[in-house]
């Protein structure tokens, strides 16, 4: 029928047209020359008046990976990265600001553009009681960090981690690099090297940090690398959530981001980490898009301690990230949720690691893995249980849900269980959305499209409930307008 | 006013449709009734949108609209229900969710301000009253987990709230208790008015004990082949479609 043709082009009109923070900031920046050496490891430490421990550390590890090579188990494909023709440093010019009345106007202008208001003003105000604190890094510094003093009154540490490094030393000397060595893996040993900024969290023995804490980060320079360094501490007793967004502008050439991110939790701590992805995924042919190579892995040192991690995932030309749970103390807890959605040419491999060391420690994954177009999708992980660990358990859920028939899902999970008593359990399913669902929403009054997000929704609604209320609402309508298009 | 002319369709190479004449004006409850493999359900799904199968000839106007022109939601935005015959299962999305979706995505197509959850939530407590049904109808993933008869009735609560203008029930009453066929009825009769019309599809007399037509249609091999009023689904009840499809 006609109707249906002009619906479709429609949709193909939009799609092009869907990813909203793909524009650039027009600001003074200053960089480093183009390409990687010993000379430009020590050119950013210096410029970030680092410790001689921490510049010994970074050129051991680029040491390291001048002998390493780009890992290529993953399921996906890319031409050859040129490291090079890359920067590894690009900053807005000028002093780094004190206070927020400091930051440039056009980049508080950009965060209020991308939704992530900078300021203090309305909680200030008692309009409305604080609940999320901020520090946005874009490209390799940090532009400000929101709401310090509230947080220091709980003894809160959340600053850049550039800055702990000057201010805290001893935690950040006694805790970095010892959940990801440096030398761990390619792109741990290249972020090892040229990390930038991050943020850095602890929270103190007992503390349970009183509002969500995030850091927001976007990439705008043009053929920078960003590699940021985040590390979060939770002492005994203590609790926090965390949540960290990303976009970066659209561009025609890849873009690379390898973030490396440490959690510590210590007897009975909690740690739940967020992440919103959105990095550019490219254009519809697949052209440009950000390479997300990331290595995320937090350690649940004491007892009873719990890490959980929540992702969602649905930007970046290929998503390459496996954050993973060491679970080291008796009785500690493991999760993991994610929904990773590929559309046109994206390309994710992504999942997690348990490592059950402890005894009766307890491990959740649940991965909804969605593809469209001409995408391709891998789940990947490993359970892996430590003769010590007696009473382990994991349960494993693994569902994947394809749209159209040019796309692939893949499920790749290892289980390597060396503890007679441990129970592991895995489930995994592989669905279409079926004709007959789209048609029942559509009869009722819903557009394709809307029946397609809403069907995703519920398929992603184990994960969703996980995130912290205001970011579910947002997932879901990234859920939505990231699948554009893919119908018809 | 649905106006059926002439109209065909077929599956692949399969003609289901050969020529269907009907006339349903508005404030009727028009059945439609006929063996198994007339094409009853082909022509629900033609008038709702359906795809796979293929108009190959004639027309149905709804009050002015060409339904078969229109994608599927554009003909509910216009008034056109359908109770599916196999409601169809949405795991995840929350049947409230998907109800107020669906009702806002519709009135929003005829410029009418959407609801918020609250306004809905009222909207929606007073329907299920109406219809002796359980609060948990609206809690629930959509259709996942409900019995045969849950699942019709959640068909006649949409109806309910959607408040369409041609109702097209597709077998609804196949597969449900005496009790469950009650309140699907109750349902039906109590949109009836100067606006609402419908199209019953049955294979049995029993539904139009509790939804009294104004018209009964017999279809047999793609056609109406017969026209009366409540008497004739009698006479089918007792003779059978024997020797009307000649």
Redesign the interface.
């Known amino acids: 029928m006609s109707a249906a043709v002009e619906t479709r082009d429609t949709m193909g009109a939009l799609a092009a047209a869907k990813y909203k923070y793909g524009f650039t900031t027009e600001i003074a920046m200053e960089a480093f020359p183009k390409g990687l050496n010993e000379e430009i490891v020590r050119l950013i430490s210096s410029k970030k008046d680092e410790p001689e421990w921490l510049l010994a550390w970074r050129l051991k590890a680029f040491a390291q990976w001048q002998k390493m090579a780009e890992p290529q188990w993953a399921r996906v494909q890319h031409p050859p990265i040129d490291y090079d023709n890359l920067y590894y440093y690009a900053a807005p010019s000028g002093p780094a600001p004190k206070s927020l009345d400091e930051v440039d106007p056009s980049l508080l202008e950009m965060y209020e553009k991308l939704g992530i208001p900078l300021n203090e003003r309305a909680a200030l105000a008692g309009v409305e009681s604080p609940t999320v604190a901020v520090d946005a890094v874009f490209d390799s510094v940090s532009v400000a960090t929101t709401f310090r003093e509230t947080l220091a009154k709980s003894g809160v540490i959340f600053c850049p981690i550039s800055e702990a490094v000057r201010t805290h030393p001893e935690l950040v000397r006694e805790y970095l690099g010892s959940v990801v060595p440096a030398g761990d893996n390619f792109f741990a040993a290249l972020n090892s090297a040229v990390f930038s900024d991050g943020s850095f969290v602890f929270i103190p023995r007992g503390v349970r940090c009183p509002m969500e804490l995030s850091t927001y980060f976007r990439i705008n320079a043009r053929n920078t690398g960003q590699f940021e360094r985040t590390l979060i501490v939770a002492e005994a007793g203590a609790s926090v959530s965390y949540l960290e967004g990303c976009t970066a502008p659209m561009r025609d050439e890849n873009q690379l981001h390898a973030a490396v991110v440490e959690l510590v939790a210590l007897d009975d701590a909690k740690i739940k980490y967020s992440t919103v992805q959105n990095w550019y995924p490219g254009d519809a042919d697949g052209k440009g898009g950000i390479y997300n190579f990331v290595t995320k892995r937090g350690a649940c040192r004491g007892r009873n301690s719990k890490i959980s991690w929540t992702q969602v995932e649905t930007g970046s030309a290929i998503t390459w990230k496996y954050p993973s749970c060491i679970l080291q103390g008796d009785g500690s807890v493991g999760e993991f949720y994610s929904v990773a959605l590929t559309h046109h040419h994206q390309q994710a491999d992504t999942g997690t690691k348990m490592i059950h060391i402890g005894k009766n420690t307890t491990s959740t994954i649940i991965s909804k893995g969605i593809s469209a177009g001409q995408s391709n999708n891998t789940y990947r992980g490993l359970v892996k249980i430590m003769p010590g660990a007696s009473g382990a358990r994991n349960f494993t859920q693994c569902d994947s849900l394809l749209i159209g028939d040019e796309c692939g899902a893949h499920t790749v999970p290892y289980i390597e269980s060396r503890n007679a008593s441990a129970k592991v359990e895995h489930e995994a399913t592989t669905s279409k959305i079926a004709e007959d669902q789209l048609f029942y929403c559509r009869a009722r009054g819903l557009s394709e499209e809307d029946a397609v997000g809403l069907i995703v929704n519920g398929f992603c609604k184990d994960v969703l409930k996980e995130l912290p209320m205001e970011f579910a609402v947002e997932a879901q309508k990234l859920l939505s307008v990231s699948l554009e298009g893919s119908v018809g | 006013m649905l106006e059926i002319k002439n109209l065909s369709a077929r599956i692949g190479d399969k003609e289901i449709l050969r020529g269907v004449d009907l006339l349903v004006p508005d404030g009727e409850i028009h059945a439609v009734m006929g063996p198994n493999g007339a094409g009853k359900s082909t022509l629900s799904y033609v008038l ?5 199968y293929e108009v190959t000839g004639g027309g149905a106007i709804y009050n002015g609209h060409d339904l ?10 216009a008034g056109v ?2 109770a ?1 015959q196999y ?7 929350g049947n409230a ?3 107020r ?3 806002n ?2 009135r929003r ?1 005829r410029a009418e301000p959407e609801l918020d959850a609250v306004a809905f939530l009222k909207l929606a407590r007073a329907a299920l009253k109406s219809l002796s049904m359980q609060d948990d109808m609206l809690k629930r ?1 959509v259709n996942v987990g409900f019995s045969g008869g849950e699942k019709k009735r959640n068909e006649v609560l ?1 109806m309910a709230l ?1 408040q369409p203008g041609l109702a097209i029930l597709d077998e609804t009453d196949s597969g449900l208790d005496i009790d469950a066929l009650k309140i699907v009825a109750d349902g039906v009769n109590a949109q009836r008015g100067l606006k609402f019309s419908a199209l019953v599809i049955t294979h049995y007399q029993r539904l139009l004990d509790y939804i009294v037509p104004d018209a009964v249609h017999v279809l047999a091999e793609g056609r109406i082949v017969k026209s009366g009023g409540p008497e004739l689904a009698l006479a089918l009840e007792a003779h059978g479609y024997a020797g009307l499809a000649a």
Do not use: C, H, W, Y
């Open positions: 709702a949108g359906r795809d796979g078969l022109a229109m994608p599927p939601e554009a003909r509910a935005a229900f359908l599916f409601p169809v299962e949405l795991p995840g999305v969710n998907f109800i979706t669906a009702l995505a519709v197509a993933n949409q959607l």
